[in-house]
């Protein structure tokens, strides 16, 4: 069973800067993509970035495209997310997610293509 535990969220002032963590477990978590995605209040979950098995290959929603990082380490069976330049507009509860397709080349930015998902964590970002 894969559990995927995300860490690292919190309130913050806009302009500031958080990490994001996802700690996986019950799968080899290098041969899996990862994606990480955002519901806002009263908004539907949208995408944010997504990283390949391999960690070379990276893609990001406009929205947030050159202020946030996704990585990964796969000897630590954990994903990451750094943002930066942080605006209000980016509160939400931010879910990590694994698709569970092996050695996938491509780069998957839909929700439905992910079939494991983490808790979520808050982030807040005040004005």
């Not at 913050?12 to 963590?21: F, I, P, T, W």
């Not at 509160?91 to 983490?118: F, M, P, Q, R």
């Amino acid at each position: 069973q894969v559990q995927l535990v995300e860490s690292g969220g919190g309130l913050v002032q806009a302009g500031g800067s958080l990490r994001l963590s996802c700690a996986a477990s019950g799968r080899t978590f290098s041969i899996y993509p990862m994606g990480w995605f955002r519901q806002g209040p009263g908004k539907e979950r949208e995408f944010v970035a997504a990283i390949s098995y391999t960690g070379i290959r990276t893609t990001y929603a406009d929205s947030v495209k050159g202020r946030f990082t996704v990585s990964r380490d796969n000897a630590k069976n954990t994903a990451y997310l750094q943002m930066n330049s942080l605006k209000p507009e980016d509160t939400a509860v931010y879910y990590c997610a694994l698709k569970d397709v092996i050695y996938y080349t491509g780069i998957a930015s839909n929700h439905h293509e992910y079939d494991y998902w983490g808790q979520g964590t808050q982030v807040t970002v005040s004005s």
